[in-house]
């Protein structure tokens, strides 16, 4: 029932009708028991926010001292209704035509550099000597 209030809510607000502050307000009073108390209020809008943009893992300290990650708080907070981020994702088409320069552009590695005695994937990938 919490998750799909918390759903509604998260609606209401890209709807404009009420402000992300209400949203949060009854979420974290109303769908937990016990209550988790306003102070944690503004930790959930920077959790929000930071995840929307694909950032789970930086830590925010919450006003009970302890530091959480981005991920750990919307978990913790039951608040994914809240977030609208979506992993970009790839289609089968996409990852055969992924070269060295593209696999290194998307994901920052290629599968090269981990590929020691076998055959480069793509041919582009840098020649090693040895």
Known sequence: MGSLQASEF???VEEGAIQLDQALTWHLQGNHYPPIHLDFLASAKKAIELANQGDFTTEITLPNGKVKTVGGIIEGLHLDSF???EEE???WG????L???TQVEKFNFCTC???EGNENPYSDCPKREG
Do not use: F, G, I
């Not at 996409?94 to 035509?97: C, G, H, L, R």
């Open 89 to 91: 994702s790839m289609s």
């Open 99 to 101: 070269t060295h320069a």
């Open 10 to 12: 998260s609606n209401l």
């Open 113 to 115: 550099e981990d590929n």
């Open 94 to 97: 996409d990852v055969a035509n």
């Open 83 to 85: 977030v609208k981020y």
